[in-house]
């Protein structure tokens, strides 16, 4: 199995596992999706080649979308004919993401506890910080429900939040997939406290709950802007992510 292949398997057990949590799983033919109300995250389609694709299966995906049936957010893996299959509908890229990855052998050190003091989340209401975070920090409502119901699954699900001058001020989380390897997902900070290392500090602390756990293999999909932090810190990039929108003022998700 390619590394490539680790990664995208490990993002779309989780988005699967989200939308069970959530009971908000739709399992199309030729999709998956996960479609919320009050929540912006983590909405979307996915798993769209995983039959093969067909113009059926766009054309009522398409439709799905626009009569709002379906969010309009569709991630795929980097292929160019789906890319093209996509693009030639009319959807196009909202966002790209890098797939990354490292094997991990040792524990990394981890900053004083004067820089930030970080801690599991472990109740409702720190299920809810996590929230607040994540919806400041990536700019998306996140529903505080979603969190406390992953917080329920420890065995699948870690979720950390950091403290910073007495402040919450960053969080992320870690998922173990059905093949035994690690994602880091939702690693934020708020906007007045960037800068300070926050992010970086937390994704070290995710890495060595991944070993804790005897994990070795870990991914994320990084920004533009953060795949240089996760470099210095050890990870590879590998394939482009990429998040489609299709146009249209009458479709919900924008």
């Known amino acids: ?29 030729g999709y998956n999706a996960i ?5 912006d995250w983590p909405n979307r389609v996915y798993h769209l080649d995983k039959k093969g694709v067909n113009n059926q299966i766009i054309l009522d995906l398409l439709q799905k979308i626009e009569q ?10 980097e292929n160019s004919e789906l890319q093209e299959c996509l693009e030639s509908v009319g959807m196009f890229q909202s966002f790209t993401q890098r797939g990354m990855a490292i094997q991990l052998t040792e524990p990394i050190p981890e900053p004083h ?12 209401e720190e299920a809810t910080i996590f929230a607040e975070i994540a919806s400041k920090g990536f700019q998306n409502n996140v529903d505080p429900g979603i969190m406390e119901a992953l917080m329920k699954n420890a065995y699948r699900v870690k979720l950390f939040i950091g403290k910073h001058d007495n ?8 998922f173990y997939d059905s093949k035994g390897n690690a994602g880091l997902y939702m690693i934020a900070t708020l906007p007045e406290y960037r ?13 060595n709950e991944c ?3 005897g994990i ?14 996760y470099v210095k810190l050890g990870f590879k990039p590998y394939k482009n992510i990429y998040t489609y929108k299709m146009k249209g003022e009458n479709v919900r998700y924008k």
Do not use: H, W, Y
């Open 113 to 124: 506890n004067d820089l930030q003091q970080i801690k599991r989340v472990e109740s409702k």
């Open 68 to 77: 709002n049936e379906l969010p309009n957010l569709l991630t795929i893996p």
């Open 195 to 207: 800068g300070l290392g926050l992010g970086r500090n937390m994704t070290i602390r995710l890495m």
């Open 167 to 174: 402040v919450f001020a960053s969080c992320g989380l870690s």
């Open 216 to 229: 070795s293999f870990c991914s994320l999909q990084a920004s533009p802007a953060g795949e240089p932090v």
């Open 1 to 29: 199995m390619t590394i490539d292949t680790k990664i995208i398997i490990n993002l779309f057990e989780f988005f699967t596992f989200l939308g069970q949590q959530t009971k908000n799983l739709v399992e199309a033919d």
């Open 211 to 213: 070993l804790k756990e």
């Open 35 to 39: 479609n919320l109300f009050g929540s």
